[in-house]
């Protein structure tokens, strides 16, 4: 059984990786489209947050906005837009994105079982998962992974270099430490 520490273990390092590959991009890259039709980082980033604030209401078992519709960066919304205006800079995205991955983390980590055993509240994710339990993963370990592997091809679009896979040290007080040979 995945318990909240061990998720929230994962979701700490996706958010180093996130990081990493935003760190040298720049706000004119931001918004860049190598070959015109992949998503840029600004949308990707804003997208997968809609879901930060999903998770919350999810665990709070309330009904929310369904992320698709977002006009910016729902899926069925107007879509990459190659204009940094709309988004505001990298910098106060990025800022956003990792704020709101810590507000996740510490709900995760404070989520009663019961949190985790009811029925999503948005009617479509309640018809595919059986419980927030089972939803999470697949929303915040898969779904953003996947567009953060975007950002990864999309770096060798822009002709711009790998990085290094960043520390992975779980943090204060989540994991107790390995065993030591």
Same mark, same amino acid.
Request: charged fraction near 20%; avoid cysteine; glycine fraction near 8%.
């Given at each position: %059984? ?5 998720? @929230? ?10 990081? !990493? ?9 931001? @918004?860049?489209?190598?070959? =015109?039709?992949?998503?840029? /980082?600004?949308?990707?980033?804003? #997208?997968?947050?809609?879901? #930060?604030? *999903?998770?919350?209401?999810?665990? *709070? ?9 977002? /006009?910016?960066? =729902?899926?069925?919304?107007? =879509?990459?837009?190659?204009?940094? $205006?709309?988004? =505001?800079?990298?910098?106060? %995205?990025? $800022? +956003?994105?990792?704020?709101? #991955?810590? @507000? @996740? *983390? ?12 009811? &029925? ?9 998962? /059986? ?11 898969? #779904? $953003?992974? %996947? ?7 999309? +770096?060798? &679009?822009?002709?711009? !270099?790998?990085? $290094?896979?960043?520390? +992975?040290?779980? +943090? ?6 390995? *065993?030591?040979?």
């Amino acid at each position: %059984m995945l318990s909240p520490a061990s998720f @929230v273990y994962s979701w700490d390092n996706q958010l180093r990786y996130a990081l !990493a590959l935003l760190d040298d991009v720049t706000d004119e890259q931001f @918004v860049t489209r190598p070959g =015109g039709n992949m998503n840029h /980082p600004a949308w990707i980033i804003g #997208h997968v947050s809609l879901y #930060h604030d *999903a998770t919350l209401s999810l665990l *709070a078992g309330k009904p929310f906005k369904e992320p698709k519709d977002d /006009p910016l960066f =729902g899926y069925d919304g107007d =879509g990459p837009i190659d204009d940094i $205006e709309p988004y =505001g800079s990298k910098q106060l %995205m990025v $800022e +956003r994105f990792a704020d709101s #991955h810590e @507000v @996740v *983390a510490q709900a995760v980590l404070s989520a009663s079982p019961a949190d985790f055993a009811r &029925a999503p509240s948005l009617p479509r994710w309640a018809a595919m998962y /059986p419980t927030v339990e089972f939803l999470l993963p697949d929303l915040l370990l898969f #779904h $953003e992974g %996947m567009h953060i592997g975007q950002i990864s091809t999309w +770096r060798r &679009a822009m002709g711009l !270099a790998g990085v $290094e896979f960043p520390d +992975r040290t779980p +943090r204060p007080g989540l994991a107790p430490s390995p *065993a030591r040979n």
